[in-house]
T-cell receptor, first 114, second 111 residues
Framework: AQSVSQHNHHVILSEAASLELGCNYS??????LFWYVQYPGQHLQLLLK??????LVKGIKGFEAEFIKSKFSFNLRKPSVQWSDTAEYFC????????????FGTGTKLQVIP | DAGITQSPRHKVTETGTPVTLRCHQT?????MYWYRQDPGHGLRLIHY???????DKGEVSDGYSVSRSKTEDFLLTLESATSSQTSVYFC??????????FGPGTRLLVL
């Protein structure tokens, strides 16, 4: 069965600290990967995505993620977080080629302390 | 932001009453989805549509039905609301490459 795991449910960091949120997926075949962010009281917004090519993907607001096929991972990183990064982050995966359902992880709540 | 609206944005209803949530898009995207978001569960797919009058079940479809009579509208109906259906409901749209764009959400409270 297809699945996405986010092992960190709640992360607390001070401003300027570095961030790495883990995401592991279990999918047969080629996979497309996404990170979404949900700010308090808002809807999900696409942060970045990986379909193919360079495994290091850069997204909005200074975020990046690295696709490591051998580890089935797509971890999200940011070198220096800000208070405004306080949000919930969702990793998601879908099979590539034609329509396939997207599977979401359970989310990681990030709290950045000023 | 993608042109997606949801209505109503907030609703309080009683157990046993029917409820319909509406998702409207102006992007002419082929695929539309309904998710529910609950603490500890992330987003779970209720139903999705891959074209007008073409719909299919997601992982948590029991107690929900959908309809899509026009490309731009996707309706989610709770035939007889239960307290377990208290949740935040998100609509999403996409084209074939699977990047989904989400609406603002509907908070539903079933008393």
């Amino acid at each position: 069965a297809q699945s996405v795991s986010q092992h960190n449910h709640h992360v607390i960091l001070s401003e300027a600290a570095s961030l790495e949120l883990g995401c592991n997926y279990s999918y047969g075949g080629t996979v497309n990967l996404f990170w979404y962010v949900q700010y308090p009281g808002q809807h999900l917004q696409l942060l970045l995505k990986y379909f193919s090519g360079d495994p290091l993907v850069k997204g909005i607001k200074g975020f990046e993620a690295e696709f490591i096929k051998s580890k089935f991972s797509f971890n999200l990183r940011k070198p220096s977080v800000q208070w405004s990064d306080t949000a919930e982050y969702f990793c998601a995966a879908a099979g590539s080629g034609g329509y396939q359902k997207v599977t979401f992880g359970t989310g990681t709540k990030l709290q950045v302390i000023p | 932001d993608a042109g997606i609206t949801q209505s109503p944005r907030h609703k309080v209803t009683e157990t046993g009453t029917p409820v319909t949530l509406r998702c409207h898009q102006t992007e002419n995207h082929r695929y539309m989805y309904w998710y529910r978001q609950d603490p500890g569960h992330g987003l779970r797919l209720i139903h999705y549509s891959y074209g007008v009058k073409d719909t299919d079940k997601g992982e948590v479809s029991d107690g929900y039905s959908v309809s899509r009579s026009k490309t731009e509208d996707f309706l989610l109906t709770l035939e007889s609301a239960t307290s377990s259906q208290t949740s935040v409901y998100f609509c999403a749209i996409s084209e074939i490459e699977e990047t989904q764009y989400f609406g603002p959400g509907t908070r539903l409270l079933v008393l």
